[in-house]
């Protein structure tokens, strides 16, 4: 029996089609949601599996208003390369995660971790 949950998302995504990589990702890997903080998504004709029915996609205008509507006992994850990164191998996941992957172009604030 599964318990907890977790959820993929990313920082001002550059393309539309990296949230459709994003869905195909979360699918593979059992998530149970996805979102995007600072990018609107338009549905694409690739999108032939149509994923929206199968995890949903949510929508946040900026960090903050994402900020409101993070669930409370979830803990926040950033997914970014820096010096202060801890290895996925020797990371614990805990049982509710929300994954905030970075910017391909420019990463995640400093002051948004």
């Known amino acids: ?8 998302g990313v920082y001002n ?17 059992g998530a149970d949601f996805i979102f995007t903080v600072g990018a609107r998504y338009k549905k694409q004709p ?3 599996t149509k994923a929206e029915r ?4 949510y929508v946040y205008e900026d960090f903050e208003d994402y900020r409101k509507h993070l669930p409370t006992t979830a803990e926040l994850i950033f997914i970014e390369q820096s ?4 290895s996925i191998t020797d ?3 805990p049982e509710q995660a929300i994954y905030l ?6 990463g995640v604030p400093e002051d948004l971790m």
Do not use: C, Q, V
């Open 13 to 29: 995504p550059k393309t539309t089609e990296n949230i459709e990589k994003l869905w195909r990702s979360a699918h593979n890997f």
């Open 54 to 57: 199968h995890i949903p996609l």
């Open 101 to 106: 992957l970075d910017a391909e172009d420019s």
């Open 83 to 86: 010096d202060k990164s801890k």
């Open 91 to 93: 990371f614990k996941h």
């Open 1 to 8: 029996m599964k318990r907890g949950y977790f959820g993929i």
């Open 46 to 48: 690739s999108d032939t």
